[in-house]
T-cell receptor, first 117, second 114 residues
Framework: EAGVAQSPRYKIIEKRQSVAFWCNPI?????LYWYQQILGQGPKLLIQ????????DSQLPKDRFSAERLKGVDSTLKIQPAKLEDSAVYLC???????????????FGPGTRLTVL | GENVEQHPSTLSVQEGDSAVIKCTYS??????FPWYKQELGKRPQLIID?????GEKKDQRIAVTLNKTAKHFSLHITETQPEDSAVYFC?????????????FGKGTHLIIQP
């Protein structure tokens, strides 16, 4: 089974520039997550989609971050404009849709390492 | 919201010895507690998880214990091997993957000394 795919793997930009990341989840996974992992810390949830609808974006800095999952499959995360503190690895994860009484594993992609100079 | 504390931040053990990593959580509604292993430059991978209706779970050399009253859970690795060297993250969620995102601890860097 193919895993979660992300691109690009690395990105270096100047502060105030824009950047976009792409994620393709595991086939059949209705739920998609974007996490931000700052060096030396655990991943922090930014946004969760169920199909093409947003379930939780309470920790997404909406003044500069946006995300979409228009057809309920691939997703893009955008930062505009970027700040120095946005330097991190951006991880995409996916899981099966929730069913009552089940706890589905989240599968992570390889991440995109963003450096903001 | 949920807050997960993880200790220690670094743990060095001799090969063959046991390692224990501890986590506490704040939200009594949390019901799902996975542990992820992340090797340098790689993606986090699930190694074991436990649900709130279970006190302990084992998988070969790895075990996890959960104390819901005290709101803490621990990862135990026995007979450690060099390939166990990595960063380990605990996490908590109310309804588990597919329904909720995970709240992660800050990680424990496990070093296995030869």
């Amino acid at each position: 089974e193919a895993g979660v795919a992300q691109s690009p793997r690395y990105k270096i930009i100047e502060k105030r520039q824009s950047v976009a990341f792409w994620c393709n989840p595991i086939s059949g996974h209705a739920t998609l997550y974007w996490y931000q992992q700052i060096l030396g810390q655990g991943p922090k949830l930014l946004i969760q989609f169920q199909n093409n609808g947003v379930v939780d974006d309470s920790q997404l800095p909406k003044d500069r971050f946006s995300a979409e999952r228009l057809k309920g499959v691939d997703s893009t995360l955008k930062i505009q404009p970027a700040k120095l503190e946005d330097s991190a690895v951006y991880l995409c994860a996916s899981s099966l849709a929730p069913l009552a009484g089940t706890y589905n594993e989240q599968f992570f992609g390889p991440g995109t390492r963003l450096t903001v100079l | 919201g949920e807050n997960v504390e993880q200790h220690p931040s670094t743990l060095s053990v001799q090969e063959g010895d046991s390692a224990v990593i501890k986590c506490t959580y704040s939200d009594s509604a949390s019901n799902y507690f996975p542990w992820y292993k992340q090797e340098l430059g790689k993606r986090p991978q699930l190694i074991i998880d436990i649900r709130s209706n279970v006190g302990e779970k084992k998988d070969q050399r790895i075990a996890v214990t959960l104390n819901k009253t005290a709101k803490h859970f621990s990862l135990h690795i026995t007979e450690t091997q060099p390939e166990d060297s990595a960063v380990y993250f605990c996490a908590a969620s109310i309804r588990g993957g597919g329904a909720d995102g995970l709240t992660f601890g800050k990680g424990t860097h496990l070093i296995i000394q030869p």
